[in-house]
């Protein structure tokens, strides 16, 4: 029987595991239950993979969407493991050969809808057949805290009882706090799982939140300069998605589309034409996106801001999935706070809960929504508040954030924070941030006239201080606790602990002192830039003719450490990193051909 690093290097080409992967895959294969909170990128399914390979029988691999399927399904049989799905998008006489197939033990994994498990057909099929494990890839959508909460998953658990012989149960996710950890364990029924978190941060990425005027020019400002990138843009609303895809389109840019309101055959066909780089620019809501395992787009923007912190990781992560350098950076305003709130309160696919879980649910997500909004206001490091958000510590100062690379300057605030607190107080805590700032700038409009507000003490005691400054301010004291605001729409500020204002002492905020030049255009230096494109065209014509994405064949990481390495024979090729025997007897010699040539 082989080792599970020889299953690594033969089938994934890799000399050696990652973080974590070698723990789960040597408890799963001792037969033990597994947790694996691992980020975007980290290697999840290598985690299931190899074992699956090793262990008799066959594994059953839960999912949530039919895109992820079909992108693992494909990886898998390019790296010579036999692997089929079972999902809506087959016919019920493709579904019926494929089950026929695997009765046959023809697959050693298979993928399946969560839908799909307690169908008599599917059933019936697992109850003859050795699994031998069931893995629940995003493991979060079975706990109605997370933010992809799908009821189908709570099947699962019912579907490990009618099983004559328990299966392993491993499940994955990227992101879980510790309430939906908890409810992994207890609705997937896991026995005294091993559980591992390997952290979440993700060092190839650089961060960044900005607030322009003109959202639309700050991108097109952007892609201009990453014109041979492949990337995504996220988009809050079907609208805006359609008016910045045309908009990119006009400007000469090979942007395609993506959202809930395209028909299933268009979302396929755009989707297929941003994997197989027909398309660089991928415009689209948060319908896109999971399971896609293209390991070459080198940035991710939001348009717009997401609702929590979990969306934004789990979208921003889907750059540099290759360990290459990638951007993800936010375009900030105060519309997308007051649009994600409008959003939460609709409840859209809460209908079916109870009025009491989904208050409480809808509350968890306003907090949430808090929590995102100070990432995009806060003048100290992103990517520390991210860690922070999700339980793990830094140092403070990552040196990759737009934050780390800003000047800032202290500035005693305690002045203004008083009069900020003394108007609120004054003002019988009724209003939100811009009245409350009109009244400190002295401002004579007509709600100021007919409230009374002039006679205020803090009236005008602040009118030479900018209304952006005041703003920011605010957003601090909240921030630290000071103030808070009212989530039920009409965003009133209120005094919430008034003692950590000191009385004598100074209260210091960072501000901008002076912005520096935007994160360089993402560039390697490892290889030949001119090999490297010469690799680059070898894999498309390879791609096209094998009828799978580019980066099936190899990873921009792969195609980078063949130019550093300059292999010329087949055991060289094998030392490439993401170079295994199946893969290098497919496209090995192509690329070894295009290596020659070039050093002649």
Not at 114 to 137: G, N, Q, W
Not at 216 to 233: C, M, P, R, S
Not at 353 to 371: G, H, I, W
Not at 571 to 582: Q, W, Y
Request: glycine share 6%; aromatic share 10%; charged share 25%.
């Amino acid at each position: 029987m082989m080792k599970d690093y020889e299953v690594l290097k033969k089938y994934f080409g890799y000399e050696s595991f990652r973080e974590g992967q070698q723990e789960l895959i040597t408890n799963i294969l001792e037969r033990h239950d597994v947790l694996g909170i691992m980020p975007t990128g980290a290697g999840k399914s290598i985690c299931y993979q190899v074992p699956a390979v090793m262990l008799e029988g066959i594994t059953l691999v839960i999912s949530p969407l039919i895109s992820l399927m079909k992108d693992q399904v494909g990886t898998l049989n390019e790296a010579g493991i036999r692997a089929a799905y079972l999902n809506s998008s087959l016919s019920y006489a493709q579904y019926r050969k494929a089950l026929s197939l695997a009765r046959g033990y023809t697959y050693k994994i298979i993928y399946v809808a969560p839908e799909r498990l307690m169908s008599d057909e599917f059933l019936s099929f697992a109850k003859e057949m050795k699994i031998s494990m069931v893995c629940v890839d995003e493991a979060h959508c079975v706990s109605q805290w997370g933010q992809d909460f799908r009821p189908h998953y709570l099947h699962i658990r019912e579907f490990l009882k009618e099983m004559p012989q328990r299966p392993i149960v491993s499940a994955f996710t990227a992101t879980a706090t510790t309430q939906v950890k908890e409810d992994i364990l207890q609705l997937l029924d896991m026995k005294d799982p091993y559980t591992i978190t390997t952290g979440f941060d993700r060092k190839n990425l650089y961060f960044a939140v900005e607030k322009p005027k003109d959202k639309y020019q700050a991108l097109l400002h952007y892609v201009k300069q990453h014109t041979e990138d492949a990337g995504i843009v996220y988009c809050l609303s079907r609208k805006t998605v359609e008016e910045v895809c045309d908009r990119l389109c006009a400007d000469g840019f090979a942007a395609t589309r993506y959202h809930a309101g395209l028909s299933d055959a268009e979302r396929m066909n755009n989707q297929d034409d941003f994997i197989y780089d027909r398309k660089t620019i991928m415009v689209a809501t948060n319908a896109f996106g999971m399971g896609i395992d293209k390991s070459n787009v080198r940035f991710v923007v939001h348009f717009n801001m997401p609702k929590n912190m979990e969306s934004y990781y789990q979208e921003a992560g889907r750059a540099g999935r290759d360990g290459e350098q990638a951007d993800c950076i936010l375009l900030y305003s105060g519309k997308d706070v007051r649009l994600n709130q409008f959003l939460i309160e609709q409840g859209s696919g809460h209908e079916d809960m109870e009025e009491a879980v989904r208050m409480e649910l809808q509350q968890k997500e306003k907090e949430r929504l808090k929590s995102m909004t100070f990432y995009c206001t806060i003048p100290s490091c992103l990517r520390h508040y991210m860690l922070k958000y999700f339980g793990e510590e830094s140092d403070g100062f990552c040196g990759s954030c737009s934050n780390c690379l800003t000047q800032y300057e202290e500035c005693d605030i305690r002045m203004e924070a008083s009069r900020l607190v003394e108007c609120i107080r004054h003002s019988g805590e009724r209003f939100g941030k811009t009245m409350i700032v009109d009244i400190v700038k002295g401002s004579a409009n007509a709600k100021i006239k007919s409230y009374h507000l002039d006679r205020n003490p803090a009236y005008g005691s602040l009118k030479d201080s900018s209304r952006n400054h005041l703003y920011e301010i605010l957003q601090h004291l909240q921030f630290q606790g000071i103030l808070k605001q009212s989530e039920d729409g009409y965003s009133v500020l209120s005094i919430h602990q008034e003692e950590l204002l000191p009385t004598d002492g100074p209260l210091m905020m960072k501000i901008v002192k002076e912005k520096q030049v935007q994160n360089p255009v993402v560039q390697t230096d490892s290889g030949d830039n001119r090999l490297f494109e010469l690799l680059r065209i070898c894999r498309s014509q390879l791609a096209r003719k094998a009828h799978v994405p580019p980066y099936m064949v190899f990873s921009d990481k792969t195609l980078h450490d063949m130019c550093a390495k300059a292999p010329h024979s087949r055991e060289e090729m094998l030392g490439v990193s993401g170079v295994g025997e199946v893969k290098y007897d497919k496209y090995g010699e192509a690329f070894l051909k295009v290596i020659a040539s070039f050093d002649s």
